[in-house]
């Protein structure tokens, strides 16, 4: 499994921007997607992003609009702009990484073989 590690979580107040990063280590990352999940308290986890090798992007319809996932592939890195913040976007945001995954199987967290720690985003009112 790749290690996984996400940064740039925090405290913003709503309608504010935050900008998310995960850096996978522990093996090269050719024909990986990654995805962005996130875990509210008492929630399951949901898919929120997630970008292919290609760099194709897919987005859940909450955050569609708002949210802007990138990828830099020679530094292993995957990026989640987050603008537009609302307090129901509190979670603790998780990356996650899958080779060969496509279509609507990228959403399911199942498909996922290697995540990260996670890093809290809280959304004030």
């Known amino acids: 499994q790749a290690q996984l590690v996400e940064s740039g979580g925090g405290l913003v107040q709503a309608g504010g921007s935050l900008r998310l990063s995960c850096v996978g280590s522990?093996?090269?990352?050719?024909?990986?997607?990654m995805g962005w999940f996130r875990q509210a308290p008492e929630k399951e986890r949901e898919f929120v992003a997630a970008?292919?090798?290609?760099?194709?992007?897919y987005y859940a319809d909450s955050v569609k609009g708002r949210f802007a996932v990138s990828r830099d592939n020679a530094e292993n890195m995957v990026y989640l702009q987050m603008n537009s913040l609302r307090p129901e976007d509190t979670a603790v945001y998780y990356c996650a990484a899958q080779r060969n995954l496509y279509g609507s199987r990228l959403r399911e967290r199942a498909n996922y073989d290697s995540w990260g720690q996670g890093t809290q985003v809280t959304v004030s009112s």
């Open positions: 970008i292919t090798w290609g760099g194709v992007t």
């Open positions: 522990g093996r090269t990352f050719t024909s990986y997607t």
